[in-house]
C-alpha cells in the first residue's frame, strides 16, 4: 500500500552500496578470504593438521568444556529461569544485573575471578591443599570459567517464554491428577523446548569460541590444557598457518551453522 | 486459587540462588576481597604505572571511535536492510550474527589474513610509497578487530524499532512540506535515539573487554598496542596481581556504571515514550486516512 520498496531511487541505490560494501569490507570478504585460505592447498592439506595429536586433543577438550558448561547452565538455569519468570521475586532486578555480568566484563577478568578464588594465592587455596584438590590449570577451573563466561543464555531465553505461556497448562494438568515431574516433562518442557534449545546452542557458541578466560585459567599449556581456540593461537605464534585456518575454519563454522538452522527454526515456530 | 500467588518453593529458591552465588557472586567477591586486602595504597600505586595509564586510555579512546563508527554504520545497515529490497538482501542480514557466533580468535585471524603485512589488501596498502600502512600490530588493526566484533550490537537493538516505524509518517511530513533533512531528524531520527544508543552502549562495554581477537590482531605491545585487557593479562603471566586486580576493578567499575546508567535510561524512555502524544495516536490517524 505504501511506497516501500517500489521507487528505489539513487538516493537508495547509494544508501544500498554504501551498506553492502561496508558489510562486504570488514566481514563478508575476510569471511571469504579465510575459507579460501583453509582450503586453497586442497581438502587433504586442511584435514592434515587437525589430525595430529595436538589438534585432536585440544578439539576434544573442547567438546568436553563445551558438553559440561551446555549441561550445568541448562540443569541449574531451568530451575533460574522458573524462578524469574513463573514467581514474583523482588530480588529480580537483582538478579538481572548479576546475569548481565559475564557479557559486561572482559573474558580474562573473568579468569582472573577465577585465578583468586582457586589459584595459588587464591582464597580456597587452603581448604583445597588439605583435600589435595586442583582446579587451577586443570579442566575444572576451565569448565568454570567457560561456565560464567556462558552462563546467562538459557535463562534468557527460557525466561521470556515462561511468562508468556503462564500456568494454565500445568495447572490443567494438575488438576487432571498429574504429579509435578510428569507435568515438568509433558506439559512445560514442550512448552518451552524451542526457546531452551536457542539458548543451549547460544551457550555452545560461546563455551566453544571462549579463549581469554581459558587462557588464564589454563595456563596454556601446550597438548595439556590447550582448547581449540588455544590451539589456533598457539600455531599462529608458531606460523603455522595451515593448522590455524583448518582448525579456525572448524570451529567457526560449526557454531555458526548450528545458530544459524536452529535460529531459523525458531523464527518460524514463532511466527 | 492462583498458584502464582503461592509463595515461592523453598527448593527453587535454594537451587537458584546456589546457582547465581557460586558462579557469579562468588567470583566477583574474590576480585574485591582480593582488591582490598592487597591494599588501596597498593592499589593506587598500581596506576603510577605508564603501561597500565597507557592501556587504559587507549583502550577508552578506541571504544569510544569504535562506538561512533558503529552507531553510523549499524543504523545505516539496519536502515537498508529494513526499507530496501535487493538481492542478496538476506545474505547481509544473516552475515550481521556472524562475529557473535564465531569465536574472536577466529574473527581476528580473518582480519590478520586479510589486512596482514601477507594478506591481499595488506600487500596493496604495503606497496603504496614502498612504506606501507601499519594495520596489523598497530591501532588501526585493533579499531578493525573490535569494529567486526561489536557489528551486531547497533544493528539489532534499531532494526526492530525501525520494522515497526510507521513510513507513512514521513510520507505525511513530506506532503505537509517538509524538506528531506526536515523529515529525517523531526520524524525518522527521535524514535531510532534510544536503540541507537543502547546498541552504542553494548558496543562500549564490549570493546572495552576484548582480548582474542585485539590480542590476535595487535599482539602485545606495551605502550603501543597493549589494550586493557590484554595489560591484564601480562600482569598475571608475570606474577604482579594487584596491577591486574587495580584494572580489572576500573574496567568492572566502567561495566557497571554503564548498564546501570542504562538501566536508569530504559526506564525514562519507556516512561516518556508511553506518554508522548505524537508516536502511536498520530499513527492510527494516518492509518484511518490511508
Same mark, same amino acid.
Given at each position: 500500500?505504501?511506497s516501500k520498496n517500489k521507487k528505489l531511487g539513487v538516493r537508495g541505490v547509494v544508501l544500498i552500496i554504501i551498506a553492502t ?61 522458573? &524462578? ?26 573473568? !579468569? ?52 508468556? =505461556? ?22 512445560? =518442557? ?8 536457542? !539458548? ?14 581459558? $587462557? ?56 | ?26 567470583? &566477583? ?28 586510555? &587507549? ?17 545505516l545497515?539496519?536502515w537498508v536492510?529494513v526499507r530496501y529490497d535487493f538481492?542478496?538482501k ?60 561489536? &557489528? ?56 572495552? !573487554? ?12 606495551? $605502550? ?67
Amino acid at each position: 500500500m505504501l511506497s516501500k520498496n517500489k521507487k528505489l531511487g539513487v538516493r537508495g541505490v547509494v544508501l544500498i552500496i554504501i551498506a553492502t560494501g561496508w558489510i562486504c569490507f570488514i566481514l563478508f570478504f575476510p569471511l571469504l578470504v579465510l575459507v579460501w585460505e583453509a582450503f586453497k592447498h586442497g581438502i587433504h592439506a586442511f584435514l592434515l593438521p587437525l589430525l595430529n595429536p595436538e589438534a585432536k586433543h585440544a578439539i576434544k577438550l573442547t567438546i568436553i568444556i563445551t558438553l559440561s558448561a551446555v549441561g550445568i547452565n541448562t540443569l541449574f538455569g531451568l530451575p533460574l529461569a522458573f &524462578l524469574i519468570g513463573r514467581y514474583r521475586t523482588r530480588m529480580r532486578a537483582l538478579i538481572d544485573s548479576l546475569l548481565n555480568l559475564p557479557l559486561a566484563v572482559s573474558p580474562v577478568v573473568a !579468569g582472573l575471578m577465577f585465578l583468586l578464588l582457586f589459584g595459588r594465592e587464591g582464597i580456597f587455596r587452603g581448604i583445597l591443599d588439605k583435600g589435595g584438590i586442583e582446579i587451577v590449570f586443570r579442566l575444572p577451573g576451565m569448565i568454570l570459567a567457560t561456565v560464567f563466561v556462558s552462563l546467562p543464555f538459557v535463562v534468557r531465553e527460557v525466561v521470556p517464554v515462561l511468562e508468556e =505461556v503462564g500456568w494454565k497448562q500445568e495447572e490443567s494438568a494438575w488438576t487432571l491428577g498429574a504429579g509435578w515431574l510428569r507435568t515438568f516433562f509433558r506439559v512445560t =518442557v514442550p512448552q518451552i523446548r524451542w526457546g531452551l534449545i536457542y !539458548g543451549m546452542t547460544l551457550t555452545t557458541a560461546r563455551a566453544m569460541g571462549e579463549f581469554g578466560a581459558v $587462557m588464564v585459567v589454563s595456563g596454556n599449556i601446550i597438548g595439556k590444557t590447550q582448547t581449540a581456540t588455544l590451539h589456533i593461537n598457539q600455531a599462529l605464534a608458531d606460523f603455522d598457518y595451515q593448522s590455524a585456518y583448518s582448525c579456525s575454519f572448524l570451529i567457526g563454522f560449526v557454531s555458526f551453522f548450528i545458530i544459524l538452522i536452529v535460529q531459523k527454526i525458531y523464527t518460524r515456530k514463532k511466527s | 486459587m492462583r498458584i502464582t500467588k503461592q509463595k515461592t518453593p523453598f527448593t527453587l529458591l535454594t537451587i537458584s540462588w546456589l546457582y547465581l552465588g557460586f558462579f557469579i557472586v562468588l567470583p &566477583l567477591l574474590a576480585l574485591i576481597v582480593k582488591g582490598v586486602e592487597s591494599g588501596p595504597e597498593n592499589l593506587l600505586e598500581s596506576f603510577h604505572d605508564p603501561h597500565l595509564l597507557f592501556a587504559l586510555r &587507549l583502550t577508552l579512546i578506541i571504544s569510544l571511535i569504535v562506538t561512533g563508527i558503529n552507531i553510523l554504520t549499524g543504523t545505516l545497515v539496519a536502515w537498508v536492510l529494513v526499507r530496501y529490497d535487493f538481492p542478496g538482501k538476506n545474505i547481509i542480514d544473516a552475515l550481521i550474527d556472524v562475529p557473535f557466533a564465531i569465536p574472536t580468535v577466529v574473527t581476528g585471524l580473518m582480519i590478520l589474513t586479510v589486512y596482514g603485512p601477507h594478506g591481499v589488501v595488506g600487500d596493496f596498502f604495503g606497496g603504496i610509497g614502498g612504506r606501507g600502512i601499519e594495520v596489523i600490530f598497530g591501532k588501526p588493526g585493533i579499531l578493525l578487530a573490535l569494529l567486526v566484533v561489536t &557489528l551486531p550490537f547497533v544493528v539489532r537493538s534499531v532494526q526492530p524499532v525501525l520494522i515497526v516505524q510507521n513510513p507513512s509518517l514521513e510520507e505525511a511530513a513530506e506532503t505537509l512540506g517538509a524538506s528531506r533533512l526536515q523529515t529525517f531528524f523531526r520524524v525518522i531520527l527521535p524514535p531510532v535515539i534510544p536503540s541507537m544508543l543502547t546498541g552504542g552502549a553494548l558496543s562500549f562495554t564490549r570493546s572495552l !573487554g576484548e582480548f582474542g581477537s585485539v590480542v590476535v590482531v595487535a599482539g602485545n605491545i606495551p $605502550m603501543k598496542t597493549q589494550v586493557a585487557s590484554v595489560y591484564i593479562y601480562a600482569q598475571i603471566e608475570s606474577g604482579n596481581m594487584t596491577g591486574a586486580i587495580a584494572l580489572s576493578l576500573v574496567l568492572l567499575g566502567f561495566a557497571v556504571a554503564i548498564l546501570g546508567f542504562f538501566k536508569l535510561f530504559e526506564n525514562f524512555v519507556k516512561k516518556t515514550m508511553s506518554r508522548s502524544k505524537y508516536s502511536e495516536g498520530s499513527e492510527v490517524i494516518l492509518e484511518k486516512k490511508c
